[in-house]
């Protein structure tokens, strides 16, 4: 202390160079960008950040916009629990939307959960070069980054149909709003980054279980030509996929799945965003979202198997609807290894049985913390989007496709095969956020989502509603292709 | 305090019109409802003590003085289970040590202990105890708590706000430490130099154990919990020293004085943080018996360093010259922008001594004064113009790995925020100063305004400090002061009145407007020309009583009989569900503001009386959208009773109806009010008793603090602004301003 009284003292004396470092004081407990991006272990470590997002995402957002918006699932009604419009509004084709905006939450933390991985990944990609080191390390960074990248774009495009393009790293608050880019101009960069993702990521079996790899960037620039009907490109990159040898069907459909401590990154998953169980905060919850609800804690624990359940209120969301549960072929094992079953002494219905989604349930120590892993893309996948690609140009892809059956206990495919691979996808990839995609770039969206809504106001109490229920006034009136932009960023933009 | 609380609970029907046997059993007969807990007077302490002692000794004439004090105060708060204590003590020493060196030492040091509870906010205490339902009682039959609030059949269950102001410990002790010394030599007959040091010791032990037979904080969180426990110790240490040459000298009817100085100001904080969860039991509150810990440490620093001069000149007092220059550094700002220059010139005529003025006995005094200068602001927070880094960790490989991003633009050239201020001034002194009048017109542009504002995700985070804008306020300020004695009576009032005007000049950067709040609330809005943070949002005109009425007006989408039918501020047919259609429905800022102090005393009694008002302005009260929820999940104000049920029972046209949100709780011009208001602020009644035997003179006194408040404004406090800042006028409730009673002695010997 005497010292210091003795510096602060001296310092208006000093000369001026010395003022300058009298006022200049940098965070000693916390890094700051002037001492970072300078060496190998900061970029991994800015890679490793880049994938946070994603955990947020795939637990409390990607289900919502892209499972519950189709005819896959549906909320079970609470009617006693009035603040859960903005979900409702998703499931029910009824959010509110003016001029392109909308003020819905769930839309606006997508969003914002794309664009802080794009900003992370800026970030990289803009200082990588300047900083000389081990050129394979450089080389995988960069191959993540652009891969994650891409993987956000092609989420944004798909959600919004357009979006603002930021390829560099944004200094000032004068250049944080660019004008949208059309949907092109969005593809054309990611596929840009996939490809270069590509060729700059090792293989599987050279990366560290959980990054991106060639597979990876392979399996999204597939989905990315078959999302823009680019069959031959489609075909050939996930031929690659399936060449590399890197990935297999696991025998049994129930063990696809991680459970929450093992299992993870298995032969069969290509990427999967990583959850850790403890006490660490790098858990997720998601199951518990998509519990039926009020369940009690003596119900909840049959499928958690926690030492500390407690009771669920509100509403239950991600229920299965009766249309998934009829899509199963007889005699498919991925029904029953899907989708489970319990009874809700607390519910308002007449029949209190609710399906639920089993396949991510894993048992788990504790209540509301568990460390299942969420396929992003799987192998069956790709031998899915591989079988379309081919199909789609008049060739015969019914082996991938009969692969995947094969392993579900079905025998080979019949009648029309674009009509097969369409529900072979829904069923294979239930509750894995493919449905409403899958029924916008096919073109059946809005014809399968009036007859789905006509089928829920004609009979309400079969979609989960208690007896004397019914759906709301306005829902099923909001049917387009793409979610508004969110409100509270288009205050921020004069372009939007 | 809160006088439109009621005890009405409206059920979330799924049915807009149930039938009576489709109402749960439970809720079907309200008359049958065994409890009406009113629970905000349950966590208010409707009598809170409130003890203050004070000794003060001084010592010592002529050459070395001293004095030493000790005081204590102990204070209950308005909130239950709450107080503040504290007990400090000061000692100082000054004095000569020959004619040319004086020196003095001064010490103080004080040790508070407040149990507090957060209470600010909807989801806090406060909002808590007004929505909690009234239906279920504090306690169990047999006397213990209930423990979870709410709850049946999938309401929101919420924790009971007096077990957990029982059950929680919440502590903060702060220990100060503050010690300065100076050390002044004159010498040459007309200089003196003075060096000074002050160096304050802070620190601050926090704690807050949550037992786990409480229900977790937010909805639907029964008991028994995971208790938590929160620990946190820091430590800062301020040090700063002046350096003044002063030269002072009066030669006939000129004085001059000249002052140069600099000043050297360093604040390090410390701090050290830990958080444990899972305890074995609720008894041992402490990090050990967690069974998981996590621990972090923290460390920050800012300097500043100022250059000033100083120099003062008045000839016969009668015309009277100042002008100052100031060049200030902080470590906060950008490497191309620390330091800012801060001149200031004055200028004063004392009219009444000039020669032509007739030598009235009645005029005292009649001085008219002009300044203008420059300030600066550098309340921003530390490494604000840094790019700091954070953690963000991901698991790879199965295991934690470490994850960093930039969690902060770089902004090289983030400054001084400077305000410069005309000041024209007017001071009459009449009849022998007994009546005093001051005017003071000011004017003060704010350039390089420092705001956080939002900035669009693509950045990597969603706010950022910034050099925004230009802000201008303009305003009046008129002071009346007079006594004057009847008989023994001698009156005493003064009254005061301020007239701002402000408005933004200018706002930097690619949107003229800024945005902040949202959607649901409401949004404080700044474009040029207009007050900053004007509230914004649609105009409510009406409640739509018909379908038929909804077919007729501008398309609100969704719209159902009994929501509230928005003015269409663009034409275009259609109120949008954004902010296209809002408008500006209120202004945050008064009008005027205004002060009356009267007295009296007579015979050794003294009363004096102080008033206070603010008058024309608006507050959002966003906690409406809450206690006038109708969806049956909270406790409502009683002015639900008369929300709209049907075409032909339309109720008072301010309540919408039950079962829907839409066109509802948008930001909307029927959360708006006026907040203008006059406040009784304190009232005191003394008594001195004459000298008797060694007691040179004791007064005893009486004093009541927010004796009352006449207003038209529902909520607790019309002064509130949960946003703060250039955000004001939203109000969430908070800590109710408590109404103080007190009374008191004041001894010498």
Known sequence: MKKKILIVWLAGFILTSCQDEFLTIVPETALSSATFFTKEADFIQAVNGAYVPLRSIVNDRAWLLGEM????????RNILFGATEQQEDIADFAIPTANGVTSNAHVLS?????????????????????????????????????FLRAYAYFELVRYFGKAPLHLTPVATRAEAALPLSSADELYQQIIKDASEAAALLPPKSEQDPGRATSGAAKTLLGSVYIEQKKWAEAEAVLLDVVNSNEYELIPDYADVFSTSTSNKNNIESVFEVQFLEGSAGLNGNFIYSFMPRPISPQELVTITGTSNPQPLDGEGNNTPTPDIIAAYEPGDERKDASIGYITLS??????????????????????????????????????????????????????YLNAVRSRAGLGDAQGDMREAIFNERRVELAFENKRWFDLVRTGRAVEVITAYGNRIKADPQAYYYPAGAAPRSHAFTNLDLYYGLPADEAALSPHF | MQNTRGCVVVLWFFLRSPEHFQIFVEF???????????????????????????????AGKGDVRSLVSIGYLDQEGAVIETGFERFNARANIDGKINDFISMGWNLAASRSQENFAGTDG????IGRALWSDPRYPVYNEDGTFNDYIGGTGGVFGTVNPVQEMHEMDRDMIKTDLLTNGFLEVRFLKNFKFRSSVNAVLHSEDQKEFRPSTLAGGG??????RLATLFQRNGQSLNVATDQLLTYAKTFNDHSLDVLLGYSAQEETWKELIGAGNDFPDDIVKYLDA???????????SWSLLAYFSRVNYSFKDKYLLSGSYRREGSSRFGANNKWGNFPAVSVGWRISDEDFMPDAQWLSDLKLRGSWGITGNNDIGNYTSLASMSAQNYILGGSFATGKILSAFANADLGWEQSKQLDIGLDLGLFDNRLIFTAEYYKRVTDDMLLSVEVPVISGFTRTISNIGKVENKGLELALDYRTSVGAVNFRGNFNISFNKNKVLEIFGESSEIWNGGFYSTYNVSR??????MLTGYRMIGIFNTDAEIAASPTQDGAVPGTYKYWDANGDGVISYDQEDMIEIGNPHPEYIWALTLGADVKGFDLNVLFTGAQNYDVFRNIEATTMNMDGVFNVLASAKDRWRSAENPGDGRGATTNTWKWQRESNSRYVYDASHIWVKNISVGYTIPKIMFLKSTRLFVSAENLFLITDFPGSNPEINRRGGVNPGVDDEAYPVPRTFSMGASIRF
């Open chain 1, 69 to 76: 918006h189709s005819d896959n699932t549906y909320y079970s």
């Open chain 1, 346 to 399: 607390g519910s308002f219905r007449t029949n209190k049985e609710y399906p639920y989604i089993k396949k991510f349930a894993k048992t788990h120590a504790l209540h509301g913390n568990h460390g299942t892993n969420w396929p992003i893309y799987r192998y069956a996948e790709v031998l899915l989007l591989l079988a379309e690609a081919l199909n789609e140009q008049g060739k015969d892809g019914s082996s």
């Open chain 2, 122 to 125: 909807r989801d806090a205490l």
């Open chain 2, 28 to 58: 079907r007969y309200p008359e049958q409802t065994k409890y009406s807990t009113d629970w905000f007077e349950e966590i208010t302490n409707q009598n809170a003590r409130f003890q203050n002692y004070n000794v003060t000794l001084s």
């Open chain 1, 110 to 146: 997508q969003y914002r959960l794309d664009y802080q991985i794009i900003a992370r990944t800026n970030q990289i990609l803009a200082s990588i070069d300047a900083v000389d080191f081990d050129v394979d390390s450089k080389n995988n960074v960069k191959g993540q980054a652009l």
């Open chain 2, 290 to 300: 967690a069974a998981t810990v996590d621990a972090g440490s923290y460390e920050a």
């Open chain 2, 528 to 533: 040029p020309g207009r007050p900053i943070g």
């Open chain 2, 219 to 224: 909805f639907n969180n029964p008991p028994p």
